[in-house]
């Protein structure tokens, strides 16, 4: 019988393999089976439709690059998306209330070991966790600062004015990161859970494929914070070809 070189260790590469990661919980009770689509569920609530979404909208607010009109053209589009309050809590908010507050009772049963362990997955599990509290009190707060407080009408002007506060700026800037950064991970995780990285080779492809997926995300949120915060439109160049 052939054995194969673990990607990141010995108990590191079995456990991924059987995507369970339960050497990040030592000490606590093995899960019951009827918690095993929950936690399939989680995963792939991280993904879709929370993650799909987050890549969307940053996509959405990349059009404050090209100018404050196309922003707010943008912007006024997914104001008036027919349906939108429905749509909003079966696809976005009940998806994330759900991933996070699974997300919180894994974490609050698990024990995190990563000055004894200090494995690469390990440290994914520590990364992801932190990540996710910074970006769940992100998103509430960005919700209601965004949502609510505008009655659902932000403008460019609104958001520009809010990113001069210095606090504001400083925790989008947080804020997004986090995001980012969780969304890699959870990538990375969800092949190894799903059993679609089981392999040595695969789990390191997962492994590159969530970094990959951070960084692109991370510097185009916080390309689109920065340049809010001093009015910059880079891609202003698009409308000057058109003249």
Known sequence: MRVTRPAFSDA?????????????MAGSPAQTD?????RKLHSLSGLIPVGAYMADHIWENSYSLVSSGK???ASYALQTVPWRLPLEICIIWLPILYHAFYGFYVWNRGKINVSQYPWVGNWMFTLQRWTGLIAFFFLGWHVYSERFLTHG????????????????????????????????????????????AATVRSQRAAGYLGVGV?????VMSVTIVVCFRFGWHPLDYYLQAQK
């Open 153 to 196: 009408k932000s403008t460019y002007d609104i958001v520009f004015q809010s990113m001069q506060n210095p606090y504001f700026f400083g925790f989008f800037l947080l804020g997004v990161s986090a995001c980012s950064i969780h969304l890699g991970v959870g990538i990375w995780n969800f092949l190894c859970k799903w059993g679609l």
């Open 34 to 38: 009827h918690s095993f689509l929950l």
């Open 214 to 218: 951070a960084l692109v995300l991370l």
């Open 12 to 24: 590191d590469s079995v456990l991924l393999a059987q995507g369970e990661l339960r050497e990040f």
């Open 71 to 73: 922003y707010n053209e």
